[in-house]
């Protein structure tokens, strides 16, 4: 089973980038999908969520309004539509998959697989 995070870069204050995760080895069609990132030298926060059918989202209140995730499960594929980018968003980036289990998808234990992370760096 695999992720495989891409989209990641260097972007200007104010600026876009999409992500995007591929899985492979196994569906995920019926589990949750996540997004967390990681600054240097502090803790993997939740960043978004979404359900298995897409019809609902979940985001930290820092990116609401700015960050839509969605996922086309024919493709087996996640993506996080970043916009209005900020300094403060520069972090390295992982997807996320959970099959079921007692934590919420809110917090990083809750998932069970995870890819390899893409940098985002937002200048300012």
């Known amino acids: 089973v695999q992720l495989q995070a891409s989209g990641g870069g260097l972007v200007q204050a104010g600026g876009s980038l999409r992500l995007s995760c591929a899985a492979s080895?196994?569906?995920?069609?019926?589990?949750?999908m996540g997004w967390f990132r990681q600054a240097p030298g502090k803790e993997r926060e939740f960043v978004a969520a979404?359900?298995?059918?897409?019809?609902?989202?979940y985001y930290a209140d820092s990116v609401k309004g700015r960050f839509t995730i969605s996922r086309d499960n024919a493709k087996n594929t996640v993506f996080l539509q970043m916009n209005s980018l900020k300094p403060e968003d520069t972090a390295v980036y992982y997807c996320?998959?959970?099959?079921?289990?007692?934590?919420?998808?809110?917090?990083?234990?809750?998932?069970?697989?995870w890819g390899q992370g893409t940098q985002v760096t937002v200048s300012s």
């Open positions: 996320a998959a959970r099959d079921w289990g007692p934590y919420s998808f809110y917090d990083y234990k809750g998932y069970d697989y």
């Open positions: 979404v359900s298995w059918s897409g019809g609902s989202t």
């Open positions: 080895g196994r569906t995920f069609s019926t589990n949750i």
